[in-house]
């Protein structure tokens, strides 16, 4: 059964480096989202991308964060000068052409620490 | 705002226990419903979309109440294996579908 990927599983950065988190969304699927979830919190939507823009951010999601589909098949979230409290895990998400409205297949997640 | 609000339990119920679990939802424009469950440390997965007419999946039963904003989940004869996180999910409109989940209701079914 195909599914999402992502790495790395785990990732541990000093405060103000940057990150680059990975994906790989199942082949067929069209729209990719990326959502996180702080210790002992809810998942969050960070961002949703389609037809290699981004539709939709949260407030979340500001200018230190960027997401690309460099070569069709990765999907990545980059965090240019990241903070203590964007550690979290980080969950990858796609869905098939008929977008939201079908569930949302997610990746086993990066957990990111920021030391 | 969207917002989507769930007991957190823990619920703790012996095994072939009937559990329920409620959800509510802030906008009454809102497209899709999900439940969702999450193991501790895991990625959220998919356990049911929850229909007008209500829906069934085995002794899983989902009702959606749209007058009143209202999700449930029914569990019949729990298992230890149901023990996990539940999520109540929400898609407040579009197809671009960013999802806005509830915290969770906690399930420890015991022996």
């Known amino acids: 059964e195909p599914e999402v990927t992502q790495t790395p599983s785990h990732q541990v950065t000093q405060m103000g480096q940057e990150v680059i988190l990975r994906c790989v969304p199942i082949s067929n699927h069209l729209y990719f989202y990326w959502y996180r979830q702080i210790l002992g919190q809810k998942v969050e939507f960070l961002v949703s991308?389609?037809?290699?823009?981004?539709?939709?951010k949260s407030e979340i999601f500001d200018d230190q964060f960027s997401v690309e589909r460099p070569d069709g098949s990765n999907f990545t979230l980059k965090i240019r000068s990241t903070k203590l409290e964007d550690s979290a895990m980080y969950f990858c998400?796609?869905?098939?052409?008929?977008?939201?409205?079908?569930?949302?297949?997610f990746g086993p997640g990066t957990r990111l620490t920021v030391l | 705002r969207k917002e989507v609000e769930q007991d957190p339990g823990p619920f703790n119920v012996p095994e072939g226990a009937t559990v329920a679990f409620n959800c509510t939802y802030s906008n009454s424009a809102s497209q899709s419903f999900f439940w969702y469950r999450q193991d501790c440390r895991k990625e959220p997965k998919l356990l049911m979309s929850?229909?007008?007419s209500g829906n069934e999946d085995g002794r899983f039963t989902a009702q959606l109440n749209r007058a009143s904003q209202y999700i449930s989940l029914l569990i019949r004869d729990s298992k230890l294996s149901d023990s996990a996180t539940y999520l109540c999910v929400v898609n407040f409109g579009g197809s671009q579908g960013n999802l806005i989940f509830g915290k969770g209701t906690k399930l420890s079914v015991k022996p």
């Open positions: 998400a796609s869905t098939p052409p008929g977008g939201g409205y079908n569930e949302q297949f």
């Open positions: 929850v229909y007008s």
């Open positions: 991308f389609y037809n290699n823009e981004i539709s939709e």
